[in-house]
């Protein structure tokens, strides 16, 4: 009996009497995909989502074409002027074209501009302005450090970004994501708002003006062709490049590099005009228990004070304690300022993230809380008196420097901000962190608007040149320091202490120089030339050994 052949499942029949696709000769369906089923994001006719799509929209104005336009040029002016050229009167000259293009820009009409914004204009002009004075490398960094703080504050503001607070995680993450995260994400949105101006003479002038930014690094090829041809028209540019500065090398950078920080740039100004900005969601630091902090600061004022208690006559016993013979005055500032130093800036730092994360629920500093980080602010007070004693005694041995200045103008804004704390331990309505910001950002105006290294150029030949001073010049110091400083040792030229000052004139010339005679530019430069061409009969007498009336022989050229 032949047994039935069995159809594969796949193709047995189904109950409603029809067989499945398969045993049929078709092809099964695919499998329903749920992703692919919803449906695609609205876009326009480059691909762009509905977000963007709107952006360009609100983008597509003669205003944000003019924008691009200005942001490009001053890209292309910071390379040349600043990044390849020097920082002295460039700096207030470009802070000048910034201010115009971002007030122009992002000022509506009808709006006055917040009272913050000036508030922050004026330091920021203060210390743009620093750089024509005078030429200080030492503070430079602090100077543009702070300007770009000063920078971020206002376009926050000019632009309306939603900040809850103003000092808190939130504002850095808001800050960060609307200065940095934006102008990336959109850093060709500038390009598209060439392309789609509607205005013919609008877009002729913005073509012109590629035009000429497109030709720069072609005629840096041709002047140093033409250079290597013909040496009449060579010298006839190397005089030009020397009376103005400019190098057809740095050409090519300035449009690439300028390029560059010209969109991100327009890129920033438009997106802080333009796009829409969420409402800031309060969030609220996590408070820690007032009981845990109160125990923290009754064992940190125990061990402050009892130790101010003890070396208090050792902090303060100055010259006596000198008397021993195995305690040098070096040893006797180094042994005591570090440590209070460091000592001082652990307790100022605990004082301040008390204050800021201890609260009660609803919002008070307890008293005991504020009673122990009164005490631990007068107890580091004076461990931050002792140090400065220390300083100024090790100053009053070996001199002033650049270090111990900066040093001591360090401690110094420590000392007001601690004076600031202890007011807000006393009264908790004063907004301490804000008047420690203005402490800060005041603190370094006046390390800027004060030529540092003339200054202690100016402290140490003084003391070179006291009666009773056995001090040695420390010549090789000198040369450490900017051109700026010459006209202070003119007078250890007049005294005939000018052994040792061959090396430093031959260093301020070279500093010379190398800076950019335009760009570079500052207001204490001409005297310095003036010095340097006074004494320079001594450095043309000057060999690499020494004066040549001592190593010169005459019968060397036989």
């Known amino acids: 009996m032949d047994q039935e052949?069995?159809?594969?499942?796949?193709?047995?029949?189904?109950?409603?009497?029809?067989?499945?696709?398969?045993?049929?000769g078709q092809k099964p369906p695919f499998p329903r995909n749920d992703y692919l089923s919803k449906e695609a994001p609205r876009t326009d006719a480059d691909g762009a989502d509905a977000k963007t799509a709107e952006l360009r929209r609100r983008c597509s104005n003669e205003r944000a074409m003019l924008c691009t336009l200005g942001s490009l040029l001053l890209g292309v002016i910071f390379c040349e002027t600043m990044l390849f050229g020097g920082l002295g009167v460039s700096v207030p000259v470009f802070t000048l074209l910034?201010?115009?293009?971002?007030?122009?820009?992002?000022?509506?009409?009808?709006?006055?501009?917040?009272?913050?914004?000036?508030?922050?204009?004026?330091?920021?002009?203060?210390?743009?302005?620093?750089?024509?004075?005078?030429?200080?490398?030492?503070?430079?960094?602090?100077?543009?450090?702070?300007?770009?703080?000063?920078?971020?504050?206002?376009?926050?503001?000019?632009?309306?970004?939603?900040?809850?607070?103003?000092?808190?995680?939130?504002?850095?993450?808001?800050?960060?994501?609307?200065?940095?995260?934006?102008?990336?994400?959109?850093?060709?949105?500038?390009?598209?708002?060439?392309?789609?101006?509607?205005?013919?003479?609008?877009?002729?002038?913005?073509?012109?003006?590629?035009?000429?930014?497109?030709?720069?690094?072609?005629?840096?090829?041709?002047?140093?062709?033409?250079?290597?041809?013909?040496?009449?028209?060579?010298?006839?540019?190397?005089?030009?490049?020397?009376?103005?500065?400019?190098?057809?090398?740095?050409?090519?950078?300035?449009?690439?590099?300028?390029?560059?920080?010209?969109?991100?740039?327009?890129?920033?100004l438009l997106g802080l005009r333009e796009e829409e900005k969420q409402p800031a969601k309060a969030k609220s630091l996590s408070v820690l228990d007032p009981v845990l902090v109160s125990s923290f600061l009754i064992l940190l004022d125990l061990v402050v004070l009892s130790f101010v208690g003890v070396q208090l006559g050792y902090f303060f016993g100055g010259e006596e304690r000198l008397n021993l013979d195995w305690l040098t005055y070096a040893e006797y500032a180094r042994r005591g300022f570090f440590e209070l130093a460091a000592a001082s800036g652990i307790v100022f730092t605990v004082v301040l993230l008390a204050l800021i994360l201890c609260r009660r629920r609803e919002g008070g500093i307890p008293r005991l809380v504020r009673a122990l980080l009164a005490v631990l602010c007068l107890s580091d007070g004076v461990v931050l008196l002792s140090a400065v004693q220390r300083m100024l005694l090790y100053v009053r041995a070996y001199g002033l420097s650049l270090k111990r200045l900066l040093t001591l103008w360090f401690m110094l804004v420590v000392g007001v901000s601690l004076i600031l704390l202890l007011v807000r331990c006393l009264y908790e309505r004063f907004p301490a962190a804000k008047w420690v910001c203005v402490a800060l950002i005041a603190g370094v105006c006046l390390l800027r608007c004060v030529n540092v290294e003339r200054l202690v150029a100016h402290y140490n030949v003084e003391g070179y040149l006291a009666p009773d001073s056995q001090v040695e010049v420390d010549y090789g110091y000198f040369s450490r320091l900017s051109y700026t400083a010459a006209?202070?040792?003119?007078?250890?030229?007049?005294?005939?202490?000018?052994?040792?000052?061959?090396?430093?004139?031959?260093?301020?010339?070279?500093?010379?120089?190398?800076?950019?005679?335009?760009?570079?530019?500052?207001?204490?430069?001409?005297?310095?030339?003036?010095?340097?061409?006074?004494?320079?009969?001594?450095?043309?007498?000057?060999?690499?050994?020494?004066?040549?009336?001592?190593?010169?022989?005459?019968?060397?050229?036989?």
């Open 5 to 24: 052949k069995k159809l594969p499942q796949a193709q047995q029949p189904k109950e409603g009497g029809g067989l499945p696709p398969a045993a049929q």
């Open 98 to 268: 910034c201010y115009l293009l971002v007030f122009w820009y992002l000022h509506r009409e009808g709006e006055k501009a917040p009272r913050a914004v000036w508030w922050m204009m004026v330091p920021n002009c203060l210390l743009a302005l620093s750089f024509l004075l005078h030429h200080n490398p030492s503070t430079m960094f602090l100077a543009v450090l702070t300007m770009l703080v000063l920078w971020a504050g206002q376009l926050l503001v000019l632009g309306k970004v939603p900040i809850s607070s103003l000092f808190s995680f939130e504002t850095v993450s808001q800050s960060c994501f609307w200065l940095i995260g934006k102008p990336v994400q959109h850093l060709f949105l500038p390009l598209y708002t060439l392309r789609k101006t509607q205005k013919h003479k609008s877009r002729r002038l913005a073509m012109a003006l590629l035009g000429v930014l497109a030709a720069l690094p072609v005629l840096a090829v041709l002047l140093i062709l033409f250079a290597l041809a013909d040496p009449i028209f060579g010298e006839g540019l190397y005089a030009v490049q020397r009376a103005i500065g400019l190098r057809p090398v740095n050409l090519f950078g300035d449009l690439l590099f300028g390029t560059f920080l010209g969109l991100g740039l327009a890129a920033l």
């Open 487 to 558: 006209p202070e040792l003119q007078p250890l030229f007049d005294a005939g202490l000018d052994d040792g000052l061959y090396d430093v004139l031959v260093s301020w010339d070279l500093q010379l120089e190398r800076s950019h005679p335009i760009y570079g530019f500052t207001l204490e430069r001409p005297a310095a030339k003036r010095m340097l061409e006074q004494n320079w009969g001594l450095v043309e007498e000057y060999d690499w050994y020494g004066p040549k009336a001592e190593y010169w022989d005459d019968d060397w050229d036989e």
